[in-house]
């Protein structure tokens, strides 16, 4: 079975910080994908990445970038200089792409404020 | 707008009755899922539509739970004889069958039905 754990259940910065949220899967798929969404106030899931097991080098675009290491199964995700709109919960999850690559398990999120 | 689109946007109903949840996905997209969130949780599976076929149900879908897609285009989820423990939110998702596989697995949301049972 297939698992996800966000041990962050809340985290506040001040705008312009840098912060990581942490994500640790469970998975005995060989292939699998990761994704992280962000839920503003308003309720709408949003997909920001999604990262393939298979992929060996982590990335950067704009002002996101993760870190993925199959060694120690964690996915975890950073903003750069943080804003207020960036405030919202984020979600980690995992699909098996062999079976359903739409069919994610979620792990329970982490609640961001960025303030002022 | 093109987004997912999902209605009502909220259901305020008693136990005992029927309620019934409309999604319609982008339109391009060939695959369709319904997920339920409840307050401080992430969202869990429930089922998955490819074309007007149900590939795939939770075990979290009981049998009061039933949906469909008829056409392939838009898709209905009823909740029957509805219980406090139903209380959620119902996301509807599409996404499209991509040999692409920057693509595969990129889930577009919609707002979501709230649901709450008294």
């Known amino acids: 079975a297939q698992k996800v754990t966000q041990a962050q259940t809340e985290i506040s910065v001040v705008e312009k910080e840098d912060v990581t949220l942490d994500c640790v899967y469970e998975t005995r798929d060989t292939t699998y994908y990761l994704f992280w969404y962000k839920q503003p106030p308003s309720g709408e899931l949003v997909f920001l990445i999604r990262?393939?097991?298979?992929?060996?080098q982590n990335e950067i675009s704009g002002r996101y970038s993760w870190n993925f290491q199959k060694s120690t199964s964690s996915f975890n995700f950073t903003i750069t200089a943080s804003q207020v709109v960036d405030s919202a919960v984020y979600f980690c999850?995992?699909?098996?792409?062999?079976?359903?690559?739409?069919?994610?398990?979620f792990g329970d999120g982490t609640t961001l404020t960025v303030k002022p | 707008d093109t987004g997912v689109s999902q209605d009502p946007r909220h259901k305020i109903t008693k136990r005992g009755q029927n309620v019934t949840f409309r999604c319609d996905p982008i339109?391009?997209?060939?695959?369709l899922y319904w997920y339920r969130q409840t307050l401080g949780q992430g969202p869990e599976f429930l089922t998955y539509?490819?074309?007007?076929?149900?590939?795939?149900k939770s075990r979290l879908l009981s049998d009061r739970f039933s949906a469909e897609r008829p056409k392939g285009s838009f898709s209905t989820l009823e909740i029957q004889r509805t219980e406090q423990g139903d209380s959620a939110m119902y996301l509807c998702?599409?996404?499209?069958?991509?040999?692409?596989?920057?693509?595969?697995?990129?889930?577009?949301f919609g707002e979501g039905s709230r649901l709450t049972v008294l």
């Open positions: 339109s391009e997209h060939n695959r």
């Open positions: 998702a599409s996404s499209e069958r991509s040999w692409d596989r920057v693509r595969a697995g990129e889930l577009f």
């Open positions: 999850a995992l699909s098996d792409p062999s079976t359903n690559a739409g069919k994610s398990t």
């Open positions: 539509f490819q074309n007007e076929a149900q590939l795939e």
């Open positions: 990262r393939n097991s298979f992929d060996e």
